[in-house]
């Protein structure tokens, strides 16, 4: 887990509960995560609080690679879920639309910034980043720990 070494312990196991939780989502559900506008404001606000918990450089290329590992993740799953002429053809089957791609990553990443810094953000702030993943993200983490302080 070299790539992760500047993670502490713990959120490294909250990634890799919610890398198992989310192997088991259907890409063809991808679209249920992709918020159709996040709250503006209270959201920058809470991107502000994770990146000032993100702090050192080490450890924002540790996050950075976090992210590009779910996002290659949610890529290969898409790829793997759709038959041809859905990937082909936009509209014909369940194909996503570019938008809702772009809604889903953007929804992706801040669930997975949520993650890493679970316990330095505020609850308000871990469920407007988390967003739609907020429900995967308890469960998962709760199912990792039980009684884990994240919980």
């Known amino acids: 887990m070299g790539d992760y070494d500047a ?8 990634l890799e509960a919610f890398a198992a939780a989310f192997e088991d989502i259907d ?5 249920r995560f992709a918020p159709a506008s ?3 404001d209270a959201l920058a606000a809470a991107r502000v609080s994770a990146l000032a918990a993100i702090a ?23 790829a793997g879920r759709l038959p041809a002429p859905q990937m082909l053809f936009a509209g014909f089957g369940q194909a996503p639309r570019a938008e809702d791609r772009v809604r889903f990553q953007q929804a992706l990443e ?7 810094v679970w316990d330095e953000i505020t609850d308000e702030e871990r469920d ?7 429900a995967l993200l308890r469960n998962a983490l ?7 302080p994240w919980s």
Not at 56 to 78: N, P, T, Y
């Open 7 to 14: 993670l502490r312990r713990e959120e490294r196991e909250r």
């Open 27 to 31: 890409p063809l559900d991808y679209e």
């Open 38 to 40: 996040p709250d503006g």
């Open 56 to 78: 050192s450089q080490s450890r924002r290329r540790a996050v950075e690679r976090a992210v590009a590992s779910f996002r290659i993740a949610a890529d290969r799953s898409l």
């Open 110 to 116: 801040r669930a997975v910034v949520a993650t890493i």
């Open 128 to 134: 407007l980043l988390a967003g739609p993943w907020t």
């Open 142 to 148: 709760d199912a990792d720990g039980g009684d884990a």
